[in-house]
């Protein structure tokens, strides 16, 4: 599962974080999950359950933000929410579209003690 990954890359960076910022809890972390990132959000966070035991990061609180879709038409550049790549552009229907917004997959913050 691809998501697993992803949840092992999060805590393997809250957890680099943490140590050098000297903590030993995490008390909140929050991820925000583009639309157009490719990744599930509830698959994510299943993935988090499974990869944060026996971590610093068990007991911490996840919030989770989801980041919507945002698409210009490189043609007429209209811009417009989608939740993936395959939609023409509903103003003049061109498949020629950059992603503006939506790919993103970080820490917003994470909150120590
Ligand atoms: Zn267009």
Partial sequence: MHELSVAMSIVDIADEYASNASATVVNEIEIEVGQLSGVIMDALKFA?????????????????????GLSRCRDCTYEFETDNLFTPCPKCQSYRQEIIRGKELRIRSLTVE
């Fill in 48 to 68: 988090m359950d499974v990869a944060t035991k026996d971590t610093i990061l068990e007991n911490a609180s996840c919030k989770y933000i989801r980041i919507d």
